[in-house]
Antibody
């Protein structure tokens, strides 16, 4: 069974940093691209970042470019999101999502999400 | 950035009725359009990829159509569990973008 479990969320002050993790199981992690998608409270979905299976290709939304860094450790079946210079508008539930094989821009499995609150 | 506009924002229907949800792109996304369903407190679920392909385990009452800039998600006969928020998303161009969602509510 495919499972994605996020962790690392919490309350952080504006300007602070946080590192999110996503532990994957039930599939060959190293064969799939991965993404972070966020959802502000009561709002819609926003794609945040993409990383290819080998980490050779990475993309970010303009809203986080220069502040967030996506990475993965295929040996540990884990995906990460390092978030620096956090702002109030970064408050959201952050989901890790697997890119569908052959259709990597569609996300076929999602974690349950981890809540990040940026507030003083 | 490609903007996806979903309509209507809210759709009020009864179980057994047919639901038609629309997603319009600000420029062509070819057929690279995906639909998700999200229920309160849950992660989104993949329904349809590349405009018309049902994801694994998705009931046949869900269908997608369209290409270019205009897309439709149809639910042929609503079941109680179908009342949720539906999002479209394009994977044609970076950055990937989502529509703002259509809330399908029970009338």
């Amino acid at each position: 069974e495919v499972q994605l479990v996020e962790s690392g969320g919490g309350l952080v002050q504006p300007g602070g940093s946080l590192r999110l993790s996503c532990a994957a199981s039930g599939f060959t992690f190293s064969s799939y691209s991965m993404n972070w998608v966020r959802q502000a409270p009561g709002k819609g979905l926003e794609w945040v970042s993409y990383i290819s299976s080998s980490s050779s290709t990475i993309y970010y939304a303009d809203s986080v470019k220069g502040r967030f860094t996506i990475s993965r450790d295929n040996a540990k079946n884990s995906l990460y999101l390092q978030m620096n210079s956090l702002r109030a508008e970064d408050t959201a539930v952050y989901y890790c999502a697997r890119g569908q094989r052959g259709y990597s821009g569609s996300f076929d499995y999602w974690g349950q999400g981890t809540l990040v609150i940026v507030s003083s | 950035e490609i903007v996806l506009t979903q309509s209507p924002a809210t759709l009020s229907l009864s179980p057994g009725e047919r639901a038609t949800l629309s997603c319009r792109a600000s420029q062509s996304v070819s057929g690279y359009l995906t639909w998700y369903q999200q229920k309160p407190g849950q992660a989104p679920r993949l329904l349809i990829y590349d405009a018309s392909n049902r994801a694994t385990g998705i009931p046949a009452r869900f269908s997608g159509s369209g290409s270019g800039t205009d897309f439709t998600l149809t639910i042929s006969s609503l079941e109680p569990e179908d009342f949720a928020v539906y999002y479209c998303q394009q994977r044609s161009n970076w950055p990937y973008t989502f529509g703002q969602g259509t809330k399908l509510e029970i009338k």
